[in-house]
C-alpha cells in the first residue's frame, strides 16, 4: 500500500489521503498511523480516496472507524445524543471525513456494515471537497 497526502481547498483545507492498494489486516495500521499524523499535524478535515484501494477489510473499516472518533473527539459538532438521533433518523454526516471512490465491492461492505449511516461517499472530487 501507498499513500500520498495533497490539499484541496474549499469552505476549508481538506485533507486528500490517496490510498493506492488494499486496506486489510497488514496495512490498515500503517493506513491509520499515517492519518493520525497528520491529525497531530493540525489537519481536521480528511477525504480518503479509494480510487486506487480495490479492497478494504474489516481492519481497514476499523481503521476508518477510529478516525473518525479521534476527528470527533477533537472537534465535537454536536452532542453524542444528538449524533445517535442524527444517525438513526439518517440526517447525522460526519463533517470531518469523506470517502471518495469506493469500489463496488467496498462500498457494498461499507454499506452493509452501516457505515454510510454517519460517514458520506462520493464518486466526485470537487463535490466532495464542496461538501465539507
Given at each position: 500500500?501507498d499513500?500520498?497526502?495533497?490539499?484541496?481547498?474549499?469552505?476549508v483545507?481538506?485533507?486528500?489521503?490517496h490510498?493506492?492498494g488494499?486496506?486489510?489486516?497488514?496495512?490498515y495500521?500503517a493506513?491509520?498511523a499515517k492519518?493520525?499524523?497528520?491529525?497531530?499535524?493540525?489537519a481536521?478535515?480528511?477525504?480518503?480516496?479509494?480510487?486506487?484501494a480495490?479492497?478494504?477489510?474489516?481492519?481497514g473499516?476499523?481503521?476508518?472507524h477510529?478516525?473518525f472518533?479521534?476527528?470527533?473527539a477533537l472537534?465535537?459538532?454536536?452532542?453524542d445524543e444528538?449524533?445517535?438521533?442524527?444517525i438513526n433518523?439518517?440526517?447525522?454526516?460526519?463533517?470531518?471525513l469523506?470517502?471518495?471512490?469506493?469500489?463496488?465491492?467496498?462500498?457494498?461492505a461499507?454499506?452493509?456494515?452501516?457505515?454510510?449511516?454517519y460517514?458520506?461517499?462520493f464518486?466526485d472530487?470537487?463535490?466532495?471537497?464542496?461538501a465539507?
Open positions: 500500500m499513500i500520498k497526502v495533497s490539499t484541496q481547498n474549499g469552505r483545507p481538506v485533507t486528500v489521503v490510498v493506492d488494499k486496506i486489510d489486516s497488514s496495512t495500521q493506513f491509520q492519518v493520525e499524523e497528520l491529525i497531530e499535524g493540525g481536521r478535515y480528511f477525504l480518503i480516496d479509494l480510487s486506487h480495490p479492497y478494504i477489510s474489516s481492519a473499516f476499523r481503521a476508518l477510529s478516525l472518533n479521534h476527528l470527533r472537534s465535537p459538532d454536536v452532542t444528538e449524533m445517535r438521533q442524527g433518523a439518517g440526517t447525522y454526516k460526519s463533517p470531518h469523506k470517502l471518495l471512490n469506493l469500489s463496488k465491492e467496498a462500498r457494498m461499507f454499506e452493509m456494515a452501516g457505515f454510510d449511516m460517514i458520506e461517499v464518486d472530487m470537487k463535490k466532495a471537497v464542496e465539507f
